[in-house]
């Protein structure tokens, strides 16, 4: 197995190394073994306490961590800012030394605003895991899609990947570019320009990275898609002229889905507008790897939970 220093944190992957990324794989592809047995759990963080702290909505991602902090034998409490002291007007940074008092070893952190478990792990001597920031990070989203990728077309170096749709407002597209890139995936990044955002951002942060505006241009020749969620609650006015138009232009639609073939995955980090980046026969198509995203998430977080705790 391949090793990397100790970590204490994982705000993103801009500070994990290719090795580092392998290693964590590695572990998970462990974890989903014990994920299969009768009894799904390991003493590996007896007597740990993680803390679920989610300021955002989630469906995936917090039962996700909780069933990984379980599987591990983690005491696992589930945080939601409504019905804290939050409603107080508790700031963020007495919320996690409090919690600090009460003992939690691990915080992760789902939040709104850009950069909210970055300044939490300024006060917090346990680690901090971001389960996504604003429009930032989310680093054990890109973590899963590494591994579902790695483990349906073998690798990720070499490997065409096509992230389409709302690219400006996504969290999961950039902490993707990270870990694609360092893995050595080929990223082809596609939207229309007012869902991308500056192209020269992009291009200079991962200079590598093709940027394309035409989907059926950026689709020859991809082993993966990645379509991302239209994120309505982060659109401002002006940004799309319809979503049939969108749809059209930039969805996985089933005219596209049947020019790819059996041979190109198709991914989603969900929640999905269906029938409006994906049409329905995509998401059933045998290519499709939404479900496997899933069912992977809990393993990775367990990778990367053992890792934070050793
Ligand atoms: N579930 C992912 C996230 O929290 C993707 C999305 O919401 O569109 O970023």
């Not at 197995?1 to 964590?24: K, N, Q, V």
């Not at 200079?207 to 950026?218: L, N, S, T, Y």
């Not at 659109?235 to 979503?243: E, V």
């Not at 996985?252 to 999905?272: D, Q, V």
């Amino acid at each position: 197995m391949t090793s990397a220093p100790a970590r204490r944190h994982a705000i993103d992957l801009d500070d994990f190394s290719g090795d580092e990324i392998e290693a964590l794989l590695e572990t998970a592809e462990s974890m989903k073994e014990v994920l299969a047995r009768e009894i799904k759990q390991v003493p590996a963080l007896r007597g740990r306490n993680v803390v679920n702290m989610f300021y955002e909505e989630s469906t995936r991602t917090r039962i996700s961590f909780e069933l990984a902090a379980r599987a591990l034998s983690a005491n696992i409490v589930n945080f939601t800012a409504r019905g804290s002291s939050v409603e107080k007007g508790e700031s963020l940074v007495d919320t996690v030394r409090t919690l600090q008092a009460l003992g939690a070893d691990i915080v992760v952190m789902r939040h709104s605003q850009a950069g909210a478990p970055y300044l939490a792990a300024q006060h917090f001597r346990g680690s901090v895991i971001n389960a996504g920031d604003g429009r930032h990070a989310h680093p054990t989203q890109a973590l899963l899609d590494l591994f579902t990728i790695r483990e349906r077309l073998g690798q990720v170096r070499g490997v065409q990947v096509v992230i389409v749709g709302d690219i400006v407002h996504s969290r999961v597209a950039r902490s993707n570019l990270w870990g694609l890139t360092r893995m050595g995936a080929h990223v082809t990044l596609c939207a229309p320009p007012t869902l991308l955002g500056p192209a020269a951002y992009w291009t200079a942060t991962w200079p590598e990275v093709r940027v394309c505006h035409r989907f059926d241009e950026a689709l020859a020749g991809a082993d993966v898609v990645m379509a991302l969620r239209l994120q309505k609650e982060r659109q401002q006015a002006g940004l799309l002229p319809s979503l049939r138009e969108y749809t059209r232009r930039y969805g996985l639609t089933p005219e596209r889905l049947e020019r790819l073939g059996e041979r190109t995955l198709i991914m989603h980090p969900g929640p999905m507008n269906e029938g409006v980046e994906i049409a329905p026969e995509a998401v059933v198509a045998p290519n499709a790897v939404i479900e496997a995203q899933v069912t992977n998430g809990v393993a990775v977080r367990m990778a990367l939970l053992y890792r934070l705790a050793g």
